[in-house]
């Protein structure tokens, strides 16, 4: 295990508690989930950097690039909105009047067709803000991607982030004063200061959220400070603001489906679709630990032989047959494929089922062209 291996974001600021119930589309989670199954690949990030979290900083200059497929039969009428949140993901008491400029209900417009695929799908783009729909306030959001035809059906939701750098934040990774999590745990320090904001009850007022590689399954939220003073607090606990460092993640390159790159076994092309196997991967659970570069559970898609600003629509579809060698079924756990690409959840279609005849767990999952973690 290493100690330096993953990263660490800290997300601070100030909030007013409150609760309502959004009623205009019902049946959503404010959390990134698809609702939808024939809703592909959807990926949130700032334009021009496919890694990266979906945070802005109000009045930016720079956006947010949203891009998804859709692989049903028919074109249908999507349309986006926003809705502003607490510090924890509950709806805010704001009314759309209050925190969005222009219109809260929008058609998306920007859309293309798949080319030169077995699969056949249309890709959705937008960016965030634009001439419908840009936001006043800093905080929490949620986008709701939604078909409209008589009824709200929700497609699928993503959390994002609007910024007002009112605060500075200096972070320290130290070790754990635990000797034994010394090596395998990352502990992390931090000061906030607000000298430029009128803070009353830092205590109530100030919630730190901490993320490690922008996941929201492990973050640890509504941290209260250790100590407060006039113009900083200061949140230096022991063994409190902690995650374990894990391992490196295994990847997928599937940008190409015509060579096989490394842990590819065979690509075979059918009338329809594309199958791609990978090759068994062992537990490495009692292995030696190996360091090498990883982009912490993320993906990206990319086309090897096509220019990235037509990759959305021009990567084709495969289905990936994942393997892990294991002479027995575990006794006290299930195995489950995890990363972004599940949105950081344990999901049923991405589980392992054990072979006895093949000595090993397997699963078939349909994936875009690209690189994955």
């Not at 019902?26 to 334009?47: M, N, P, R, S, W």
């Not at 979290?53 to 947010?64: H, Y």
């Not at 630990?289 to 021009?314: C, M, Q, T, V, W």
Request: aromatic share 16%; charged share 25%.
């Amino acid at each position: 295990m290493t100690f330096f291996g993953k990263k660490i974001l800290i997300v601070s600021g100030l909030f007013l508690f409150f609760s309502m119930s959004y009623g205009q589309i019902e049946g959503i989670a404010y959390e990134d989930k698809i609702y939808a199954d024939d809703i592909h690949t959807v990926t949130f990030h700032l334009t021009g950097f496919p890694l990266t979290q979906p945070i802005i900083d109000l009045g930016a200059t720079s956006t947010l690039s949203l891009s998804f497929d859709d692989l049903g039969d028919d074109l249908r009428n999507i349309y986006y909105t926003i809705i502003h949140c607490n510090a924890d993901w509950t709806p805010s008491v704001l009314s759309p009047l209050e925190y969005i400029e222009g219109f809260d209900e929008n058609l998306l417009e920007v859309y293309n067709f798949s080319s030169n695929t077995l699969t056949e799908f249309t890709n959705y783009q937008l960016q965030l803000p634009n001439d419908q729909l840009s936001w006043t306030k800093s905080g929490n959001y949620v986008l709701v991607v939604y078909e409209n035809e008589g009824e709200k059906v929700p497609l699928f939701t993503r959390r994002f982030m609007v910024s007002d750098p009112l605060v500075r934040i200096h972070p320290t990774l130290t070790r754990p004063v635990d000797v034994e999590k010394a090596r395998t745990v990352q502990e992390l320090d931090f000061t906030v200061f607000y000298e430029e904001l009128s803070v009353r009850d830092p205590m109530r007022e100030i919630k730190a959220t901490v993320m490690q590689n922008a996941r929201w399954d492990n973050a640890i939220e509504g941290i209260p400070p250790f100590a407060m003073y006039s113009d900083k607090v200061v949140y230096d606990y022991q063994d409190k603001i902690t995650f374990p460092a894990g391992k490196e993640y295994r990847f997928v390159d599937i940008r190409s489906l015509l060579s096989k790159s490394e842990g590819i076994l065979a690509i075979e092309e059918f009338d329809d679709v594309y199958e791609v196997t990978l090759r068994p991967v062992p537990v490495r659970a009692f292995r030696p630990y190996l360091f090498f570069k990883d982009i912490n559970g993320h993906f990206y898609i990319e086309n090897s032989f096509e220019p990235r600003e037509i990759a959305d629509i021009r990567s084709d579809y495969a289905w990936v047959v994942f393997s892990l060698e294991k002479n027995m079924p575990f006794e006290d756990g299930d195995i489950y494929l995890f990363g972004k690409m599940t949105d950081w959840q344990i999901q049923e279609k991405f589980k392992l089922s054990y072979s006895e005849k093949l000595g090993m767990y397997a699963t078939e999952i349909f994936l875009k062209q690209g690189f994955y973690n």
